[in-house]
């Protein structure tokens, strides 16, 4: 079965530099969720859309945006990096909303050097 | 406000021994749903289970299995015969229905298992 496709995997960038995190959720799956884990931390909730509208907000820096697109895919935009935004970023899709099983990627992991 | 709280930051076990892994919860919702992770050194979040708030019965999968209370609002994993591919972080996760529409999940901060041969 299909699942959630990020890419790229892995990311290396400059400090003050700009980023692009895309994710392919699940075939029919209307939510798209971002999450970012620093090292040794637990996955905190950034962002989320439905139907390409943004549905819910977390703990996302202003130089952080996202959207999701007609085909629901969704990218995340991130830019003047810092060394504080490594980290591994994780997209998950679910149908639905509150109670769907959320479905992982395989996480982009962010260097900032 | 919600919380997921797994006190337990390490633990260690050899082989064969059987291990439990706490998760405590908080919500103000009557209907959640509750989760566990596992991350293993690879990176990825492989899903394990959800529990309905309205299902209290234990289940049991293979070597796992977990115990749902909702007196003490404990979500606990416990494996039985632990191997050394069960090393790895374990996250419990908390989904609301009504206060978050978008069910969300909110992690624990996750416990470290290592399994030593």
């Known amino acids: 079965a299909a699942g959630v496709i990020q890419s790229p995997r892995h990311l290396i960038k400059e400090k003050r530099e700009t980023a692009t995190l895309k994710c392919y959720p699940i075939?029919?799956?209307?939510?798209v969720y971002w999450y970012q884990q620093g090292p040794g931390q637990d996955p905190q909730f950034l962002i989320s859309?439905?139907?390409?509208?943004?549905?819910d907000k977390g703990s996302i820096p202003d130089r952080f945006s996202a959207q999701q697109f007609s085909d629901y895919h969704s990218e995340l935009n991130m830019s003047s990096l810092e060394l504080g935004d490594s980290a591994l970023y994780f997209c998950?899709?679910?149908?639905?909303?509150?109670?769907?099983?959320?479905?992982f990627g395989e996480g982009s992991r962010l260097t900032v050097l | 406000a919600q919380k997921v709280t797994q006190a337990q930051t390490e633990i260690s076990v050899v082989e064969k021994e059987d291990v439990t892994l706490d998760c405590v919860y908080e919500?103000?919702?009557?209907?959640?749903?509750l989760f566990w992770y596992k991350q293993p050194p690879s990176g990825e979040l492989v899903f394990l289970i959800r529990?309905?708030?309205?299902?209290?019965q234990n289940e049991i999968s293979g070597r796992y299995s977990w115990n749902f209370q909702k007196s003490t609002s404990s979500f606990n994993f416990t494996i039985t015969a632990s191997q050394v591919v069960d090393s790895a972080v374990y996250f419990c996760?908390?989904?609301?229905?009504?206060?978050?529409?978008?069910?969300?999940?909110?992690f624990g901060q996750g416990t470290t298992l290592q399994v030593k041969p």
């Open positions: 998950a899709s679910s149908l639905g909303g509150s109670g769907g099983e959320l479905f």
């Open positions: 075939p029919r799956h209307d939510t």
């Open positions: 859309f439905y139907e390409k509208m943004q549905s």
């Open positions: 919500t103000r919702d009557t209907t959640y749903y």
């Open positions: 529990r309905n708030s309205f299902d209290e």
């Open positions: 996760a908390l989904s609301e229905v009504f206060s978050s529409n978008t069910g969300k999940l909110i």
